[in-house]
């Protein structure tokens, strides 16, 4: 055991770095726009290779919510990478003005289903939305139920 501190003494003094701690990673190498609310992983979808996962991206901007949804595959550096990323047209007009909340998502047989009340800014009534995406990347069903 003698050898040990020897050793050491060896790599400072040949002036190789030491790389135990590694390199600290900033928020920077993060991409997130600054109106997005939140993001969440729901259910998975089948793909040829590797994992697949359905990704839901929430913003706000000027009190309107604005929906994505994302096919997300991991890639063979462990990396989840977007295959595909879907806008939800019938919200993400920016003169709807829908604002969603008690947002949720559940994993379906067939895909996934995301549910959510909506108010609007040119109706006083509330509704409820669903939103069903299957397997295949783009498609998906919106649904809107009047209030109660």
Known sequence: M???PWLA???LASGAPAHALGMDV???R???AEAVDWVQVCGQWPVRKNEGVYRIVHGTQHAQSFLYLQWMQRG?????QAVHTQSIRELNNDHAEIALTRIACHA???GIRITARASSGHEE???SIAIDAGHRPGVY???AHPGR
């Open 26 to 28: 900033p928020y920077e």
């Open 2 to 4: 003698r050898t040990a």
């Open 141 to 143: 069903r919106y649904t």
């Open 30 to 32: 993060f991409a997130t």
């Open 9 to 11: 003494a060896l790599a």
């Open 108 to 110: 379906t047989r067939n």
């Open 76 to 80: 063979d550096d462990g990396a989840l």
């Open 125 to 127: 009534k509330l509704r």
